[in-house]
Every structure is written in structure tokens, then in C-alpha cells.
């Protein structure tokens, strides 16, 4: 892109998210609680409703319309189309890794090792290089794919000791030929660690050479400092970066708007000047908008995912959206916090029917009452667990027990069970937005490297519907 068609682009952008943060800016949970379904355009709702299975899903999917739907629908269909610049993903290379590097892998990581491999030698031959450094190595089962295909020097450096140790173990065990040419390093990357690098690298390999950066699935910042660590580099001449967990990207500022709103700004989002003149000349106040929720969609699941979805897995999905919403709901209406007390708040196979659900359910959240901010009291699995203020312990058994919770939450949903699908029509919009989102995000770290001088394109690398982070960046110094 030319610097003004640049300017359009997140000027556009801008005003995409400006206009539908109602469908991304809170969490689904609070569907019903903050009246998100309410804030539909009636025109949208009765046009989408009408839609039959598999028109819906070519809606999300394909992004179709109908010309008798209202013109702000069309028009928010063709804005997601504009903005996102994500290219098409079309891979036929074989996936299948070596029989020895299946252990342990699913299938899912088997695919992102072996594509990613293949990306990377295809930028490394055609420039010479020999060396690799893996930015957050995890594992390393990258590092020692890359060697045994392709026979490159790599240096794996992770920050966490334990995932260190484990890749060392998992080399002398498995691959134990790749240990004078694979090596991992204990090394908590910042975007001022190319002394540190370069260090490692002559400790290991006696060299600084030429050699290539990547990271797979770069979580949050690394992502950023692997971009930056490649720009003041010398010996690094090539980049390849899948960013990953936009919505872990660092807070530089959080302003309070309300007691469940903030505003929030980043370290590294906008990144770009060029974003950032845009902003500050648009009058755009960003930090209640482009917030978590809005880089949480970036990293969303794909619309590929409802390609040819069937009936029932739609009504699952939305039966789990909306008794959560109802779940929510009565946790706002009656002064309480909710907060799961195991991994998985909902069982899957507990979402027969909204009674089976909620008696689950409630052995799964505990309920926190409140008042002025302060705890009350703890209701966990039919019984209080702890009391602050409490004058009768018999009176709050009597009036919160957990038959009363339950048919309480049962009269909710009833009066609830008519939005289902609307509530799925709410996450396919959403879904929508998630492929601009994540454009925006990558278009404006693609801006930033050009402007640092560098050449830089963004490359599907995976299928989307097997992985969903499945775009790198590529750079390379001019």
C-alpha cells in the first residue's frame, strides 16, 4: 500500500470498529445482562432470522447477501470485505511429519510444524542461510524438524527453564544426532536482547553468520520484540513471525470509566506512525474501543469454522451462548459475582436441556454476593463457605438455598429461550468482524517495518480452520 491509501485503509478500519463495537466491546457472557441483543437494528435481526442453515452459514462464511436487505446491512457486509486484507489461504503442500516426530503431537501441531518448516527453508535457501533462531522455542519440536529435514543449525531460546529442560531430555532421547547442530537456551527475550542473542549464538556454534529469525505463534509482546530484535540485528537477515494472543499484548495505561469499563492503551498497538497519525487525526478516542475485547476478536476463531455447520451443532452452540448469558444474568439481577471453581465452567455433555445444565453449573461457579464492593459471603455447591456481616446463618441457608437457585434460573431462561437464535446470529456477526480485526492488527505491524526500512509482506502459512493464527510475517532487510 502507498502511505495514502495506507491512511484510508485504518481511517476505514477505525470507523468499522467505531460503529460496531456493540458486537465485540463486551463479553458474550453479558448478552443478556448489558441488553446486547436489544441494540440490534430491527431491519438485521428480522432479515437473519429468516435465514435457513445453510444460508446462514454462507452469510458468515462467504459473506452472501440478499438485495432486499436493508442498505445498512449490505453496507456493513461490504466494509468487513474491504477491510479485511488478509490473503487467501490456499495450501496443498503435504502436512504429514516424519513417523519419529509424532509422539506426543496432535494433529493440529504436527500441521503447524511441518508448514511453518517448510516457509521457512523456502525463505532460507533461496538467501543462503544456514542458521535459525527460534524465538520461544517452546519444546522445540521446531528446531529439531528444521534440522532433520532440511540439516540448519538452530538455536531454540525459550524463557521458561522447565520447557528448556524438557526439549534437552526429549533430543538425547529422541533425536540425538541433532546434538552438536540443535541447541536450546534459557533466555527471557526482550527488544533488548541482540547482545544477549548474539552472545549465545558464539557460544553454541563459534559464529555469527547470517541467520533467520522465527517464531511460531509468538505470544502477545514477543512478537513485537522479535520484530524489533530483527531490525537491530546485523547478522539477522531474515524474519518469519506467526503472532499469536493479540489480547495479551502489554497495558502501557487503563483508565476506570465504570465499575465493569475501562479504557485501555497499549505498548504496541497502534505500532505504526502511520496508525497512529491516523488516530490523532481522526478525534477517535481508542482506549474505548480498540480495548482487550476488540484484540481478543483478532485472535477469535475464523468464519471458515461455520463452513457447512450443521443444524444441531448450531443449536448447541447457541444453547451454550445464551444458558451462560441466563447464567450471568441472574448473577447481575441478584448482586452476585460469579467465578468457576474448576477449568471448564459448562460441560458440554451438560448441555441437554437448561435444567441439567444449571444444576451442573451451580457445582461448578461460585457465587459471590456483594455489597458496596464488599463480600458478603461465598455460595459454593449448596453451601456458604464463608460469611462477613452475617446476622442468622439458619435465615441465609433459608433464603439461598440451592433448589431456590436453580428454579429461579429455570423461570430466567424461559423467559430467555426465544433469543436463541439471535444469540447465534450475534456470534456470526462477530466472526465477521474477526478477519478485519486481525487485518488491522497485522496491516499495522506491516506499516511499521517498511517504515523501519525493511521489507515485509504478510504469507499464509496453515489452514485456517486447523489453526487459526495461520499468517506470518516475512522480512527481509534491504
Not at 154 to 166: C, D, F, H, P, R
Not at 364 to 376: A, D, F, I, M, Q
Request: hydrophobic share 35%; charged share 25%.
Amino acid at each position: 500500500m502507498t502511505c495514502a491509501s495506507e491512511h484510508i485503509y485504518f481511517l476505514d478500519s477505525l470507523n468499522l470498529f467505531v460503529e460496531t463495537q456493540w458486537l465485540y466491546n463486551t463479553p458474550v457472557t453479558h448478552l443478556l445482562s448489558e441488553g446486547l441483543l436489544d441494540l440490534f437494528p430491527n431491519e438485521w435481526s428480522t432479515a437473519l432470522q429468516r435465514l435457513e442453515n445453510e444460508e446462514l452459514n454462507d452469510f458468515v462464511v462467504r459473506k452472501t447477501t440478499k438485495p432486499e436487505w436493508s442498505e445498512g446491512l449490505r453496507t456493513f457486509v461490504e466494509k468487513c470485505k474491504c477491510i479485511d486484507r488478509l490473503p487467501i489461504i490456499d495450501i496443498v503442500l503435504p502436512a504429514t511429519v516424519p513417523k519419529n516426530f509424532r509422539t506426543g503431537l496432535s494433529s493440529k501441531k504436527q500441521h503447524e510444524i511441518m508448514y511453518l518448516a517448510h516457509l521457512v527453508n523456502a525463505e532460507c535457501a533461496s538467501r543462503n542461510i544456514k542458521v535459525i533462531v527460534d524465538l520461544g522455542a517452546g519444546l522445540g519440536y521446531v528446531c529439531q524438524l528444521l534440522y532433520h529435514l532440511y540439516g540448519y543449525k538452530v538455536l531454540g531460546l525459550e524463557k521458561n527453564q522447565a520447557n528448556v529442560n524438557t526439549a534437552r531430555n526429549r533430543q538425547t532421547k529422541f533425536y540425538p544426532d541433532s546434538l552438536g547442530h540443535v541447541k536450546y537456551s534459557c533466555c527471557d527475550l526482550t527488544c533488548d536482547s541482540v547482545e544477549t542473542i548474539e552472545t549465545i549464538l558464539n557460544d553454541e556454534f563459534g559464529e555469527n553468520t547470517d541467520v533467520c529469525l522465527i517464531g511460531l505463534h509468538a505470544c502477545g509482546d514477543l512478537s513485537i520484540c522479535a520484530s524489533k530484535i530483527f531490525r537491530d540485528m546485523k547478522a539477522a537477515r531474515a524474519l518469519i513471525v506467526v503472532p499469536c494472543c493479540y489480547h495479551k499484548l502489554s497495558i502501557s495505561k487503563s483508565t476506570k470509566v465504570n465499575a465493569s469499563t475501562e479504557k485501555q492503551y497499549f505498548n504496541n498497538f497502534p505500532l505504526s506512525s502511520c496508525l497512529k497519525d491516523v488516530i490523532s487525526n481522526s478525534g477517535l478516542d481508542v482506549g474505548s474501543f480498540l480495548r482487550q475485547p476488540f484484540l481478543r476478536l483478532a485472535c477469535q476463531e475464523p468464519a471458515d469454522r461455520w463452513y457447512n455447520m450443521s443444524t444441531e451443532t448450531h443449536d448447541q452452540h447457541s444453547f451454550y451462548v445464551l444458558a451462560r448469558a441466563v447464567l450471568q444474568l441472574y448473577a447481575t439481577k441478584n448482586g452476585f459475582s460469579l467465578k468457576k471453581c474448576t477449568q471448564k465452567g459448562t460441560r458440554k455433555s451438560q448441555c441437554l436441556d437448561f435444567e441439567t445444565y444449571i444444576k451442573d453449573s451451580l457445582h461448578r461457579y461460585t457465587l459471590k454476593k456483594l455489597e458496596e464492593g464488599k463480600l458478603l459471603y461465598k455460595y459454593t455447591n449448596n453451601c456458604i463457605t464463608e460469611t462477613k456481616n452475617i446476622q442468622s446463618r439458619c435465615v441465609l441457608d433459608a433464603q439461598f438455598n440451592f433448589e431456590t437457585h436453580e428454579q429461579n434460573m429455570i423461570d430466567l431462561w424461559e423467559s430467555h429461550s426465544d433469543k436463541l437464535k439471535l444469540a447465534e446470529i450475534y456470534t456470526g456477526l462477530q466472526m465477521m468482524l474477526q478477519a478485519p480485526a486481525e487485518s488491522l492488527v497485522l496491516q499495522d505491524r506491516l506499516c511499521w517495518m517498511k517504515e523501519q526500512g525493511l521489507r515485509a509482506k504478510i504469507v499464509p502459512v496453515m489452514h485456517r480452520r486447523l489453526s487459526p493464527r495461520a499468517y506470518a510475517i516475512v522480512s527481509q532487510k534491504r
